[in-house]
């Protein structure tokens, strides 16, 4: 009968839904587990990048990534852990300005280390730092671009850091509204200097 052909039908496009429903949760599980073992083995890698990048910049002490409020990387939440020499393992939020300027920048150059790319632009992330910890950025740089093989651009107004670059660009308004470039390579001036 009419009747038992459309039920028929519909208990089909009914059967053909929930299998359709079936394979989309496996393919969401296999997503998620694959995502998981992702976060979890770049998370292993930061935090080993992380953990001696805080060792050499603060010459000592220990840093570490955790992963907080869930036993599901990806719902995970992440905070750093970090004690400068001399200071007990604490949130960053109580470290000095200073302090959290290179923690973070350990943690930036971590996750860089992880993925290196052929430029990386950084903006005045030497501001809160004294001249001590410029000098160390500034070493780190240089460590870096020998490991990663980047060009690193960096935006500052700090003498040290600019003394340490191998070429300074610099934007003057010598007219309202009229801006100028000025280039200057580093090493050319020392050797035509030492000439």
């Known amino acids: 009968s009419e009747i038992s052909k459309r039920m028929g039908f519909q208990i089909e496009e009914?059967?053909?839904?929930v299998a359709a429903?079936?394979?989309l949760r496996e393919g969401i599980d296999a997503l998620n587990m694959d995502g998981r073992?992702?976060?979890v083995d770049a998370f292993h890698q930061v935090?080993?990048?992380f953990t001696s990048l805080f060792t050499a910049l603060f010459g000592g002490g220990q840093a570490e990534l955790r992963l907080t409020e869930s036993d599901d990387p990806l719902d995970a939440g992440l905070e750093i852990y970090a004690s400068p020499p001399g200071k007990r393992l604490g949130a960053l939020s109580l470290m000095s300005g200073g302090e959290q300027a290179l923690t973070a920048t350990?943690?930036?150059f971590a996750v860089f280390l992880s993925r290196p790319a052929p430029i990386c632009v950084l903006d005045e992330v030497d501001a809160p730092l004294d001249?001590?910890?410029v000098d160390r950025f500034c070493r780190l740089l240089e460590e870096m671009r020998t490991r990663?093989?980047?060009r690193f651009i960096i935006i500052t107004h700090n003498a040290v850091t600019m003394s340490?670059?191998?070429r300074l660009f610099g934007v003057t308004m010598q007219e309202r509204g009229v801006s100028k470039l000025v280039s200057v390579d580093l090493q050319a001036a020392e050797r035509l200097v030492a000439a």
């Open 14 to 17: 009914r059967d053909d839904l």
């Open 21 to 23: 429903i079936a394979k």
């Open 37 to 39: 073992q992702r976060l």
């Open 47 to 49: 935090n080993g990048h």
């Open 106 to 108: 350990a943690l930036i």
């Open 131 to 133: 001249d001590a910890n």
């Open 148 to 150: 990663t093989q980047t």
């Open 164 to 166: 340490r670059m191998d």
